[in-house]
DNA sequence: GCAATATTTTAACGGTCGATACAAAAAACC
DNA sequence: GGTTTTTTGTATCGACCGTTAAAATATTGC
């Protein structure tokens, strides 16, 4: 009923992702979101609410298509291999990213942590996803003997955690591959040491 | 000669540095910051030049506030004592930070870095003293024997480099101290095992 | 006291912000 | 084919943005 929609929703938060990952929140105005989405201001907020309602949902589709697959590629490898395929991928992702976008969670966390509360919200619970990613893992590693039980897994998943988030912030400096790989390099023997 | 400037200009910058820190650039109206500086606008024009200058005088006050005093306090001890001392103050200071305001270089580099690029520049340089601090220490443990020279002095940089970052984004989630020292206690594993 | 200089105050500038009213356009239903 | 429903395009709203013009105010040098 009533005229169809002439753009691909999902395709076109893709450029809303695109655009607030790189600039930001604050920094991204309705009218350059709109031109790089290829839709008029009105279409707009006809399909996304909105801007804060659209950041929302830039938020969830960015998780989708981001973070899940992340979780997913490992998901099959033995825990600590897991662990390190994901530091790895990391690095990689961080030197494809000329735009230095870093993370939309990390960027989110930081700009809206005294402001839009709901979206700091919103954004803090996927970087705990990741946190309990890095647990989860750790503990299941124990349980395989591929880590010594003397290793605390809170610790090890904290730690593990500010310094992915530290290379998220790290990816926004325009970092070389050499101080990428020397930054995780003991994160790789602590993963290994102890097993 | 003419009418004497009615405020302390390194007072009402450190208010100034309040509402940048806390809320960033782009959230910090001129009529936000100057209700918060005391003053009025062309009082802040007339003083520190328009927004841009006055942020950047922002950087360059908060280095020597707070930064280099930290760089200070710990001059005199043996270096590894140095670097352990730096990352129990940070957990000391972000637990004491109610307001979650983090680290203003780290803040400054994650919102500005596509958009601002001086500001950017500056707040990275001063995140390099960081890392610099880290190193010439590690360095002089290795000199002093306190410290492997098994140990790689670059890749133990970064890392601690890379962990303080995250905690300073950390803070921006407002975390409980068993959280952040549980993040920063293989840290200083690190620092002590391969001594 | 008077001129010169610098800062404060009041008011307002043009521009951009997020958001919308309204009518034209394009599909489905009968 | 006319009605209904949704989306599109155009034009624009009031609010706030960073910034400044201009006059009033307060000091110094003479």
Redesign the pocket.
């Known amino acids: 009923?009533?005229?169809?929609?002439?753009?691909d929703e999902s395709k076109v938060l893709d450029s809303a992702i695109e655009c607030f990952w790189r600039n930001g929140?604050?920094a991204?105005?309705?009218?350059?979101?709109a031109e790089e989405m290829g839709?008029?201001?009105?279409?707009?907020?006809?399909?996304y609410?909105?801007?804060?309602t659209?950041f929302a949902k830039a938020l969830v589709r960015y998780a989708d298509t981001t973070l899940r697959p992340r979780f997913l590629r490992v998901r099959d490898l033995p825990p600590l291999e897991a662990i390190r395929f994901f530091l790895f991928e990391q690095i990689e992702i961080t030197l494809n990213d000329p735009d230095g976008k870093g993370c939309l969670f990390v960027n989110t966390t930081v700009e809206t942590a005294n402001g839009e509360q709901e979206l700091s919200n919103e954004a803090i619970g996927y970087l705990n996803e990741i946190k309990d990613f890095f647990a989860s893992n750790l503990r299941a590693a124990q349980s395989n003997g591929n880590l010594s039980p003397d290793v605390s897994v809170v610790e090890m998943s904290e730690t593990l955690f500010v310094m992915i988030v530290g290379v998220c912030v790290y990816a926004r400096m325009r970092p070389s591959r050499s101080e990428l790989e020397a930054a995780l390099a003991p994160a790789f023997k602590l993963l290994t040491a102890q097993s």
């Open positions: 009923m009533g005229r169809p929609k002439c753009f929140l604050k991204s105005s309705i009218r350059t979101l839709i008029a201001g009105p279409s707009l907020y006809n399909a609410g909105n801007k804060q659209l």
